[in-house]
């Protein structure tokens, strides 16, 4: 069954990190582009984030750029998302997906696969 597992959400203090995982099952993520996108009460969806099957091409959205980092173990078949400095604006769930191809793109109808959400609350 091919499928995308995140994990790491939960509640920080602002100012605070948390890493969230992507985990490929069914099929390998080396051979895609994998983005996170996230959705917050009352605002649009997001993309966030992307890296490249090759490694040599990433995206940040401007708001999350010197605070979140993208990065991918093909060995585990997993991909991360580094999130220092958290901010209240960043109280999100978030999702990871991957691309019909290798590049990276901030279109959502050009991912896939789609994991079921990760929760992210950035609160006092």
């Known amino acids: 069954q091919v499928q995308l597992v995140e994990s790491g959400g939960g509640l920080v203090q602002p100012g605070g990190s948390l890493r969230l995982s992507c985990a490929a099952s069914?099929?390998?993520?080396?051979?895609?582009?994998i983005g996170w996108f996230r959705q917050a009460p009352g605002k649009e969806f997001e993309g966030v984030s992307c890296?490249?099957?090759?490694?040599?091409?990433?995206y940040y959205v401007d708001s999350v750029k010197g605070r979140f980092t993208i990065s991918r173990d093909n060995a585990k078949n997993t991909v991360y998302l580094q999130m220092n400095s958290l901010k209240p604006e960043d109280t999100a769930i978030y999702y990871c997906?991957?691309?019909?191809?290798?590049?990276?793109?901030?279109?959502?109808?050009?991912?896939?696969?789609w994991g079921q959400g990760t929760q992210v609350t950035v609160s006092s």
């Open positions: 069914g099929f390998l993520l080396e051979r895609y582009a």
């Open positions: 890296i490249s099957s090759s490694e040599r091409s990433t």
């Open positions: 997906a991957t691309t019909v191809g290798s590049e990276c793109s901030k279109y959502p109808r050009e991912y896939d696969v």
